[in-house]
């Protein structure tokens, strides 16, 4: 087994998109649909007024989880633009836990097409088949009805209800925070039946 397989992460085909890692050159995708407020609605971050703030995102957020033992994170590719339409990557990992969470976003122009349930299912395998996590989780703020669709289409299931504020430039969302969880377990009994 690889000492420490975060640090290089399997390229996925997905057919007409696929996931590789982050790169810095990828900031001026992010910045195109990082500064939508449709796209960054509902998210803890954005929207972007200038195109440096998606730069330094990837070199601060992205680049420096590998000190913190997770994947850089996926940017997913429209293969035939050759473009990065969105990111779906382990960004956080509580000590003690053999597990991270998952977060996502994606481009207006590619929702309602299945791309990110496809690519959240890819994840899941590779962080139960390739990073060996014990449990995994995911969350979503209730008024967030599409990301909760995506999740529903998975195994992980609903553990959880929080009260959660995000205070951003732009807005202040006080709403219920829905937290589900994955466990090793479930992932290879949902596997088998």
Request: charged fraction near 30%; aromatic fraction near 12%; hydrophobic fraction near 35%.
């Amino acid at each position: 087994m690889q000492k420490k397989p975060y640090r290089h992460m399997p390229d996925v085909n997905m057919g007409y998109y696929m996931l590789r890692t982050i790169r810095k050159k990828d900031y001026r995708d992010m910045y195109e649909y990082g500064r939508d407020h449709d796209v960054t609605k509902y998210l803890s971050w954005g929207p972007f007024e200038h195109e440096k703030e998606a730069k330094i995102a990837i070199k601060d957020i992205f680049y420096p989880r590998l000190r913190q033992g997770l994947p850089r994170g996926y940017a997913i590719i429209d293969i035939k633009k050759q473009k990065m339409i969105g990111t779906i990557d382990f960004h956080t990992k509580p000590k003690g836990v053999c597990g991270a969470e998952i977060g996502y976003v994606i481009h207006k122009d590619y929702w309602n097409q299945g791309i990110m349930t496809q690519a959240l299912l890819h994840m899941i395998k590779i962080g139960f088949d390739i990073l060996h996590y014990d449990v995994m989780w995911i969350k979503h703020i209730r008024q967030n009805i599409a990301s909760q669709k995506v999740i529903e289409k998975t195994p992980f299931q609903h553990i959880k209800t929080e009260r959660m504020r995000i205070v951003k430039k732009d807005a202040v969302i006080d709403d219920d925070l829905l937290v589900y969880e994955l466990t090793k377990e479930r992932y290879h009994d949902h596997q088998q039946s």
